[in-house]
């Protein structure tokens, strides 16, 4: 069994290896809406509020009991430490109860083997681009535990520009669906937006992008084009990502590219890798939308893996808001 609970989605999956039974996702979206953006405490509440009921839809779809499961695994890092917590003390409490095993998951680690959702056959190693609301990510995975970082961004993530430019053209939250819908009725080329970092590196950087669409906003006024502009805005972001990810793959030698995270949900984004990887001979996998936004069975698949390599951790498990990758 599965939980997730670093953001603002509460999830719980029950996965056997890399294969799900059931995954159960409640989100937050409706409640942090008229923020505009997460506000930890209230998302912290809410977790407490939503999980057993995940726990136990989870539980029935997968025509299992608690008696039927191996161990627990949780999302224990990076995230908001209160949101964390409640996930953490209920796995906790599951593992004390059963006398389980209990696996506390890297929250990118999730993201990386979500692809496994696919087919376990998916091939190693592999270059992955992880692209969230919290991450934008170059990973060289070497095997399935083993993974070494060649990119990043240097500022905001792929997702927080979506959010931010969506904010800024007045479309709410969260942005990055909001930005595709207004897209797939736009100009792509209507407006020249910067692209970041130049030259040979494999890191990103997003905050110049946000600038100059407030630039754009304040200087278009009433003239300014929406659709034109997020169809922009996609097309800048979803070809930084595209071609960086490229540039990794050929640079490492690799035979297969994945794309995964919230923004892998993009579908721009993934009709551009698909091509760019057909076209350069290399495997391309990217998860159902689904499993590339938060859930569990990305954490459950991780703690299955590292489960069956014999690690666990101890009741003293705890939360962190940053976390390298393991
Ligand atoms: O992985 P995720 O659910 O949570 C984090 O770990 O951060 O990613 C959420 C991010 C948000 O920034 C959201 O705007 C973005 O993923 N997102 C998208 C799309 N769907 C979700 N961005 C672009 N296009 C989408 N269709
Ligand atoms: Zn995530």
């Known amino acids: 069994m599965a939980i997730e609970t670093s953001c603002d989605e509460t999830s719980c999956a029950v996965v056997?290896?890399?294969?799900?039974?059931?995954?159960?996702?409640?989100?937050?979206?409706?409640?942090?809406k008229k923020w505009g953006g997460i506000v930890p405490e209230a998302a912290?509440?809410?977790?407490?509020?939503?999980?057993?009921?995940?726990?136990?839809?989870?539980?029935?779809?997968s025509g299992l009991s608690l008696q039927d499961m191996a161990g627990v695994a949780v999302c224990n890092r990076p995230g908001l430490v209160g949101a964390l917590s409640?996930?953490?003390?209920?796995?906790?409490?599951?593992?004390?109860?059963?006398?389980?095993?209990?696996?506390?998951?890297?929250h990118l680690e999730g993201h990386i083997l979500s692809v496994l959702t696919l087919s376990p056959d998916v091939p190693f190693p592999h270059v992955c681009l992880?692209?969230?609301?919290?991450?934008?990510?170059?990973?060289?995975?070497?095997?399935?535990?083993?993974?070494?970082?060649?990119?990043?961004?240097l500022d905001d993530a792929a997702g927080e520009a979506f959010d931010k430019a969506a904010r800024l053209l007045g479309l709410g939250y969260p942005g990055g669906r909001a930005i595709q819908e207004q897209a797939a009725?736009?100009?792509?080329?209507?407006?020249?937006?910067p692209k970041g970092l130049s030259g040979g590196t494999l890191n990103f950087s997003f905050s110049g992008l946000k600038t100059a669409i407030l630039r754009l906003v304040e200087s278009e006024g009433d003239r300014l084009s929406v659709p034109d502009a997020a169809a922009c805005i996609q097309?800048?972001?979803?070809?930084?990502?595209?071609?960086?990810a490229m540039k990794a793959a050929d640079l490492l030698g690799a035979q297969a590219l994945t794309l995964v995270g919230g923004v892998a949900?993009?579908?721009?984004?993934?009709?551009?890798?698909?091509?760019?990887?057909?076209?350069?001979?290399?495997?391309?996998?990217?998860?159902?939308p689904k499993y590339c936004t938060d859930n569990a069975a990305m954490i459950g698949i991780a703690g299955s893996l590292r489960?069956?390599?014999?690690?666990?951790?101890?009741?003293?498990l705890d939360v962190f808001a940053n976390a390298p990758l393991p």
């Not at 489960?307 to 003293?316: P, T, V």
């Open 16 to 32: 056997v290896g890399s294969s799900v039974l059931s995954s159960v996702v409640s989100s937050q979206v409706d409640l942090h």
């Open 44 to 61: 912290a509440r809410a977790h407490l509020e939503a999980l057993l009921p995940a726990i136990e839809t989870a539980l029935e779809g």
């Open 86 to 106: 409640v996930g953490v003390t209920a796995a906790k409490a599951i593992a004390y109860s059963r006398r389980l095993p209990l696996i506390g998951v890297h």
């Open 130 to 153: 992880t692209v969230s609301g919290g991450h934008t990510e170059i990973v060289r995975v070497h095997g399935p535990l083993s993974y070494e970082m060649v990119g990043q961004t």
């Open 185 to 193: 009725l736009g100009n792509s080329k209507r407006y020249k937006l």
């Open 235 to 244: 097309e800048t972001i979803a070809s930084v990502l595209a071609e960086r």
């Open 265 to 288: 949900a993009n579908t721009r984004l993934r009709s551009l890798l698909s091509k760019e990887c057909e076209r350069a001979g290399l495997s391309f996998f990217t998860p159902d």
């Open 307 to 316: 489960l069956a390599c014999g690690q666990q951790d101890g009741f003293e």
